[in-house]
């Protein structure tokens, strides 16, 4: 991590115009490294603006990520465990990669990782995620089963359908869902899940579950993204706390995964076929191997996907499967 850019970051985020000679005076660094500094951070997606004969200043103040304030808005009691370890980091490749890395060392059960910006963050079917410091949330956890569940992968699903309603709830507005595992909002996406397991050996299952959520969206993000995608701000017309919402999505998760083996899909079913965007819809499925079309029917208790394809229904799981709407 660079903790010099960082730190740089931390005294921009409050708005304030800073001259180059009082931010190196303040980092701890050169006016000339300072400049270094700042191209480097425009490069993560956040708008540095220089003001002439003042000094450097962000579009809009940013609220950075805080383990107390997460802490303060997860739940501790008897359904909602608490992370065994919660880290924050600057710049990360990727928050699932950097736990599943750590699996060949140690434990990763309910260690919970955020980033304030991925590298190289990822979606499935190896689609890229870009992120921007401040513009969202990019949350890993880490979870060990001792017996894989059934239902298992549905278990995306799952997670998509708690944290849909939890933001509905949150920000009294309908949030939708995209099989199998995309958070939509009037046709554009919010966010994705993204859970990746390894050494299945006699049942038993470490897996990583990823989410990203926009919360911030500025022009830089949005031309680096060819499809439509919306933020927070857009929806509320107001800047959420991240911590707030961090801490929220970690408890729900958490409840998510501790009580899935019990639970399995039946229990989020019905809130995810009243979320689906697109059932009843023309459909493109690209398996890798071919392009199937077809009309979305249902999701079932499996978490498949029942296309009509020429009046016969089949079922597809999303393994490396990718869907997109008709237009």
Do not use: C
Not at 59 to 87: F, M, Q, T, W
Not at 274 to 290: E, F, S
Request: charged share 20%.
């Amino acid at each position: 991590m660079n903790n010099r850019e960082y730190e740089i970051v931390k005294i921009l985020s409050d708005g304030d115009v800073y001259s180059g000679q009082k931010l190196a005076n303040m980092a701890g660094t050169s006016r000339t490294a300072i400049w270094k500094h700042l191209k480097n951070i425009r490069a993560k997606h956040i708008d540095v603006l220089a003001i002439k004969g003042k000094g450097y200043q962000l579009s809009a103040p940013v609220e950075l990520l805080e383990s107390s304030h997460i802490l303060k808005n997860i739940k501790s009691d008897e359904n909602y465990p608490r992370p065994g370890n919660l880290e924050i980091h600057y710049s990360l490749d990727s928050t699932n990669q950097y736990l599943l890395d750590k699996l060949s060392t140690e434990p990763i059960h309910t260690h919970a990782v955020i980033a304030e910006h991925q590298r190289h963050g990822r979606g499935r079917s190896k689609n890229r995620w870009e992120s921007g410091i401040g513009a969202g949330i990019y949350l890993s956890i880490g979870w060990h089963y001792s017996l894989m569940p059934n239902q298992y992968p549905a278990l995306s699903l799952a997670s998509g359908s708690a944290i849909a309603t939890l933001l509905s709830e949150m920000f009294n507005t309908p949030i939708g869902l995209k099989w199998p595992n995309d958070l939509e909002y009037e046709g554009a996406k919010l966010g994705g899940i993204l859970i990746e397991s390894r050494g299945q050996h006699a049942g038993t299952m470490d897996m990583v579950i990823g989410i990203g959520l926009n919360v911030v969206l500025n022009k830089s993000i949005k031309d680096n993204v060819e499809q439509n995608i919306i933020g927070l701000q857009e929806i509320t017309g107001h800047i959420p706390s991240r911590n707030e919402l961090a801490g929220k999505m970690i408890s729900i998760l958490f409840e998510v995964l501790s009580k899935y083996p019990v639970n399995g899909f039946n229990h989020y079913l019905s809130d995810w076929r009243n979320r689906d965007v697109v059932r009843g819809k023309q459909v493109i499925l690209d398996t890798g191997a071919a392009l199937v079309e077809g009309t979305a029917v249902d999701v079932d208790e499996s978490g498949s996907l029942i296309v009509d394809v020429n009046g016969v229904q089949e079922k597809y799981t999303s393994g490396e499967l990718s869907l997109r709407v008709k237009k």
